[in-house]
């Protein structure tokens, strides 16, 4: 009895040692953060270049499911967990941000609260702060003016806007421009007294992650300028937005194609649809081409106004016959 025992069970053993091992999880390191951080990079330089729309909200969503499904499927630190959490909310900020610029607005709620899930679970006050000014643009594209200053004044609460003064800056920018939709004019202009004190203090040489390249001396002139325009102060607002516009970097053309219809707008709101119409035409894109973003719908805005402005004038029949 005892052999027949040991006979039967030595092959079952035998077997059990023969079967494949168990898969091992792939070890998520520093080297794959590094790599998302980059390619998320190639998508901010895409936004400069274009502007939001379709295929940069496509390639956003497909870097945010790489992140998310290292995250699920691959074994790491929890800082790096952390980190994959925080690109991943970062990479859907910027799908967000594509449907937010070529005005979307059901799709870009949609990716809005799975970022808002993910950079609460990363932990991360600079993501998180990404995704409130995000939040605020979205809601003043609608119209919605009190969520918009409720999401700027969130945004304070990362700790981002504690701990750094660039990111206090921006809260303050952001801030200035929701407020005058809300008719608290004198309030806009203490924010944007606070963003320029804020942007002084600010270290230009410490590290921030791509999404704040764009924040320079010529973005906070550009928010400067629109929210004059929102001030009815369209003198001021030209000033900084002509600023804003000589700063920028040659590759901003997103940036430089919406601040200069901007321009447009401050020039007409001083009684000059000649000039106006010189500034908006520099943007309009040449026949044959396609626009992304939001600059195709400021200049319906601009064609609008410009008729309100000046029905009869003969500048307003060219425009007209020239963008039909």
Known sequence: MRRRTFVT?????????????ARAR?????????RLRQELADLSKLDDREGGGPELEKRAIALADETI???RNGSATSRIRSRLYALGAASTAMAMWATVDSRQPVRA?????????????SGDGQVQHQIWQYASMLAKQREHWPDAVAA????????????DPLYASLSHARLAVSLPGIGEHTRAQRALERAEQAFERADPREWRPTSMDFYT????????GITYLWLNQPE????????????LRPDQHRNRAFYAVNIAFAQLGQ?????ACNTAAAVIPPPGSTSAGRIPHLLDTFTAKLNAAAPGARITHEWNARTA
């Open 152 to 163: 700027a004044e969130a945004a304070m609460s990362a700790s981002a806007h504690r701990t």
């Open 69 to 71: 499904n290292l995250q």
């Open 217 to 224: 001396r010529s973005e906070l002139d550009g928010l400067t």
């Open 109 to 121: 709620q949609r990716h809005l609260e799975r970022a808002t899930h993910l950079a609460g679970l």
């Open 271 to 275: 009684g000059g649809p000649e000039q």
């Open 26 to 34: 792939y070890t998520v390191g520093t080297g794959d953060v590094q």
């Open 236 to 247: 001021r607002a030209e000033y900084h937005l002509h600023r804003c516009v000589a700063a």
């Open 9 to 21: 069970v030595v092959p079952a053993a035998a077997l059990a040692g023969a079967a494949p091992p």
